[in-house]
């Protein structure tokens, strides 16, 4: 017998009805709640194959659901990295499988790793991934393309198959230079100093110069500054194929943040101070901006608690995210249009997605605090820990089943 959920608004304060098919029955009056569509989350790290110790997709849907995320992309810096052909049709097989087991059937795509090696195995895949995903600088494995002449193929190849390409926007030289004349003892605060804004800029200029010349589709991901904002504005203006990403973990963490949390906000790129943010919330307005990121990259809390220079970079944050933006909203930082804009309406066009009946419904007038016990990533932690948040989801529709947050 389908379920009935009744009166919920739309954000153009319409009211309709919803009938859920295979769900229990239930008739819910849910006049209090908004319909959004369901998000989608162009940047995560589900840590599969071999981190699984980490995250595994059993429990990063979990995650993704509380979140009101029913769509994911998954980055291909796992072990061993997604570069060839095998490699994906393996990943594919044990995300699948893990899936199945838990009854969630949670929309995926996978980025295919951009290796100097392993160039020609893009060629293969061109049907079977989202895009390409280049590191210009050292992150979390092994995965960096720091040579002119691994750039130029990537970006060719890519504008030749009519694919697209996200890159992980830090210049490796800068940073290595940086490092060995860093003299001032390390500490977590270090972080922000030794991936400067300016090595972030250098691979954003080139990465737009690339696209200049190829044509090739450009996303750029985790945009964390003002600097790189005025050059990606500029690219839009000149009518060049650019898009780009922030997070919420730079939209409302800062360079402060280090003081209360250590290890656990250590992450590329790093923390800006809170000028960038007014930049990027700017950005978002006038659409300089295109989505959010989570750049969900969990770690064990014994991971993250361990000194300067041995704790791995990476924040989880999908299941934060929603009501991070929800709570912006009652702070008038964000309209609600603005919100779906960047969760859902824009990934949707920029990476050519088909239209679905997904939905998340939230309560604007939930205040709840963050906890981690509460949390279903596997990590079991958020730096947003403690924060009382105005406005969350309390059920997610996905492939019509339906999901009770509460």
């Given at each position: 017998?389908?379920?009935?959920?009744?009166?919920?608004?739309?954000?153009?304060?319409?009211?309709?009805?919803?009938?859920?098919?295979?769900?229990?029955?239930?008739?819910?009056?849910?006049?209090?709640?908004?319909?959004?569509?369901?998000?989608?989350?162009?940047?995560?790290?589900?840590?599969?194959?071999?981190?699984?110790?980490?995250?595994?997709?059993?429990?990063?849907?979990?995650?993704?659901?509380?979140?009101?995320?029913?769509?994911?992309?998954?980055?291909?810096?796992?072990?061993?990295?997604?570069?060839?052909?095998?490699?994906?049709?393996?990943?594919?097989?044990?995300?699948?499988?893990?899936?199945?087991?838990?009854?969630?059937?949670?929309?995926?795509?996978?980025?295919?790793g951009a290796d100097k090696n392993h160039l020609t195995e893009i060629y293969k895949v061109k049907d079977a991934v989202v895009g390409i995903k280049v590191f210009m600088g050292c992150s979390t494995g092994n995965l960096v393309i720091d040579d002119d002449n691994s750039l130029h193929a990537v970006f060719a190849i890519a504008a030749s198959l009519n694919m697209l390409v996200a890159v992980h926007a830090e210049d490796e030289h800068m940073l290595k230079e940086r490092k060995a004349n860093y003299k001032a003892p390390l500490n977590y605060n270090s972080h922000s100093e030794l991936r400067p804004v300016e090595a972030a800029v250098c691979a954003v200029e080139k990465a737009i110069a690339l696209t200049r010349i190829y044509g090739t589709k450009l996303y750029i991901l985790h945009v964390s500054s003002a600097d790189e904002i005025n050059l990606i504005r500029k690219a839009k203006q000149e009518g060049l194929p650019v898009f780009a990403e922030?997070?919420?973990?730079?939209?409302?963490?800062?360079?402060?943040?280090?003081?209360?949390?250590?290890?656990?906000?250590?992450?590329?790129?790093?923390?800006?101070?809170?000028?960038?943010?007014?930049?990027?919330?700017?950005?978002?307005?006038?659409?300089?901006?295109?989505?959010?990121?989570?750049?969900?990259?969990?770690?064990?809390?014994?991971?993250?608690?361990q000194p300067y220079g041995t704790c791995p970079c990476g924040v989880p944050g999908i299941e934060t995210a929603l009501p991070l933006l929800l709570n912006a909203y009652h702070e008038k930082l964000l309209s609600l249009e603005e919100i779906v804009a960047l969760t859902s309406k824009n990934a949707r066009k920029i990476f050519d997605l088909p239209s679905n009946n997904d939905m998340v419904l939230v309560d604007l007038n939930k205040q709840k605090t963050v906890s981690d016990q509460q949390l279903k990533t596997k990590c079991g932690w958020s730096p947003f820990t403690g924060r009382t948040l105005k406005g969350w989801p309390v059920y997610t529709i996905l492939k019509g089943h339906l999901y009770d947050l509460t």
């Open positions: 017998m389908p379920s009935l959920i009744k009166n919920v608004k739309t954000i153009d304060n319409e009211k309709i009805d919803l009938e859920i098919n295979n769900a229990e029955g239930l008739v819910i009056d849910a006049g209090h709640l908004i319909a959004l569509p369901a998000l989608i989350d162009p940047h995560v790290h589900f840590r599969t194959p071999g981190l699984e110790h980490k995250e595994d997709w059993r429990t990063a849907a979990k995650a993704s659901i509380y979140g009101g995320y029913t769509t994911v992309f998954d980055m291909p810096n796992t072990v061993p990295a997604t570069i060839t052909t095998e490699l994906l049709q393996q990943k594919k097989a044990v995300i699948d499988a893990q899936l199945k087991e838990i009854g969630i059937p949670l929309r995926y795509q996978l980025f295919f922030t997070t919420p973990h730079h939209l409302f963490l800062h360079t402060g943040d280090y003081e209360k949390w250590g290890g656990k906000v250590v992450m590329n790129p790093p923390l800006r101070d809170k000028s960038h943010q007014a930049a990027l919330f700017q950005a978002i307005h006038d659409g300089t901006l295109d989505t959010l990121g989570t750049d969900h990259a969990p770690h064990t809390t014994t991971e993250k608690n």
